[in-house]
């Protein structure tokens, strides 16, 4: 069965700060979605990783794939009030299989 | 374009009744999804149909869990009777090419 965990689950962090947030996974799998949830919110869709070594990079946010490690990161630099919310990564085991979850609070 | 419409947005019932929620997908869009998430955790599948046939229904309580998609386009998911741990927000999802899912606003159900 697959299992896909996020570390940290929660994080409270300065703004202008950098921060990684880690998305592991326990079975072979070459598609891995990012989603972001704000509270009370459906989830949006910010990437879409389809293969080893993909990297993309949307203003403050990048996310890259590691198919090898089992391993996607989701970078923020120099945080901003606005990314305030949760993040889930969601592997495609010919159904998505979604982590816990981030919270991510970023403080003025 | 319209987005994947759900209603209704919020149900209380209490334990041991019935509730149905619908969905309407992204027009086009062949494959629908309903999942359940529960407070503090990620969105979990429920069911999976393609046109108006299913695709995954393993992790749907069959018990108490049902849902349809006839025409292939509109679903409904209906629980009866509720348990105090069906609360948690429904999501319906839909896809065009199986790759990229877009989620409704979700239903947020409570049962006392």
């Known amino acids: 069965e697959l299992k896909v965990e996020q570390n940290p689950l929660f994080l409270s962090m300065q703004e202008g700060k950098n921060y990684t947030i880690y998305c592991n996974y326990s079975?072979?799998?070459?598609?891995l979605y990012w989603y972001r949830q704000d509270p009370g919110k459906s989830l949006e869709s910010l990437f879409v990783?389809?293969?080893?070594?993909a990297v993309k990079q949307e203003g403050r946010l990048m996310a890259s794939l590691d198919t090898k490690a089992r391993l996607s990161t989701l970078h923020i630099t120099a945080a901003v009030h606005d990314l305030s919310a949760t993040y889930f990564c969601a592997v495609d085991n010919q159904k998505l299989v979604f982590g816990q979850g981030t919270r991510l609070t970023i403080n003025p | 374009e319209a987005g994947v419409a759900q209603s209704p947005r919020y149900k209380i019932i209490e334990k041991r009744q019935s509730v149905a929620f619908w969905c309407n997908p992204i027009s086009g869009h062949a494959t629908l999804y309903w999942y359940q998430q529960i407070l503090g955790q990620g969105p979990k599948l429920l069911i999976q149909f393609q046109n108006n046939g299913v695709v995954d229904d393993s992790q749907l309580p069959k018990d108490r869990f049902s849902a349809e998609r006839l025409k292939g386009v509109d679903s409904t998911l209906k629980i009866q009777p509720a348990k105090l741990e069906d609360s948690a927000v429904y999501l319906c999802?839909?896809?065009?090419?199986?790759?990229?899912?877009?989620f409704g606003p979700g239903t947020r159900l409570t049962v006392t």
């Open positions: 990783l389809l293969s080893n070594g």
């Open positions: 999802a839909s896809s065009l090419t199986g790759y990229e899912q877009y």
């Open positions: 079975t072979t799998s070459d598609r």
